[in-house]
């Protein structure tokens, strides 16, 4: 995913595309703390109706803040790691 350093980061919002009868493609963007765009979490909803598809969005943008989460934290552990190598 491209980002411009100017602009600002996009929400990390499922949407849902259609990927085929009865399928929707669905995506959200994994958004680093500092705003830096990671890439996406995509994934095919079978399912039938509006309601399963909004769980299935929920459910796909918690996971993209999880990432984002756990590898925000990972790099705070590798600049305190640095430092301490460091010193």
């Known amino acids: 995913v491209d980002t411009w350093a100017h602009a600002p980061a996009p ?3 499922a949407r849902g595309l259609q990927a085929g009868e009865g399928r929707s493609l669905l995506e959200a963007a994994v958004v680093l703390r500092n705003g830096r765009v990671l890439g996406k979490f995509c994934c ?11 769980r299935d969005q929920r459910w796909l943008r918690q996971g993209a803040r999880l990432m984002a989460r756990l ?8 600049d305190l790691s640095a430092q301490t190598l460091n010193h």
């Open 11 to 13: 929400a990390p919002v």
């Open 44 to 54: 095919v909803s079978v399912a039938t109706d509006g309601a399963g598809t909004d």
């Open 71 to 78: 590898l925000d934290h990972e790099q705070v552990l590798r």
